[in-house]
């Protein structure tokens, strides 16, 4: 994928999913590449106790955005890039082993709860190191 660099240099990124009554829904998320998808744990920072509003989302419309982001004081370094893609919610279980990799704040507590999958459908991407347009391109693994 074009600016693959952005992913593989972003602690986190920001989940868009789409709401019941249709308004996006976006909260920063941890995140990790797993075979050509992307993988995103439910942790154990405070909840509210009852099913996050994300995992409702989901379930109603899969589908969402992953924006991550790269940004600087120098604007000649910006980026960007937008996964559009398909996620399901995978059953409380071993968390997967690319997210304890990339994060090491997982290695005294790893997450328990879901995994959110996304599996991409398309990729927009911008950097101002490589200005043009923000060009859409099939994800590749």
């Not at 994928?1 to 240099?9: C, K, L, T, V």
């Not at 999913?17 to 998320?29: A, D, Q, R």
Request: glycine letters at 6%; one cysteine or more; hydrophobic letters at 35%.
């Amino acid at each position: 994928m074009p600016a693959r660099w952005i992913i593989d240099e972003a602690r986190r990124a920001f989940l868009t999913t789409i709401g019941p009554e249709g308004n996006p829904h976006t909260v920063p998320v941890c995140f990790a590449l797993r075979a050509g998808d992307v993988v995103i744990a439910i942790d154990h920072k405070p909840k509210s106790g009852r099913r996050l509003q994300r995992l409702r989302n989901i379930e109603d419309n899969p589908a969402v955005a992953l924006t991550v982001d790269r940004w600087d004081e120098d604007w000649t370094r910006l980026g960007w890039v937008m996964v559009q893609g398909v996620a399901t919610v995978e059953a409380p279980g071993r968390p997967p082993e690319e997210l304890l990799a990339r994060y090491s704040q997982y290695s005294h507590r790893p997450p328990s709860g879901e995994v959110i999958v996304v599996r991409p459908r398309r990729a927009l991407w911008w950097s101002s190191t490589c200005p043009h347009d923000p060009t859409s391109h099939p994800p590749s693994g």
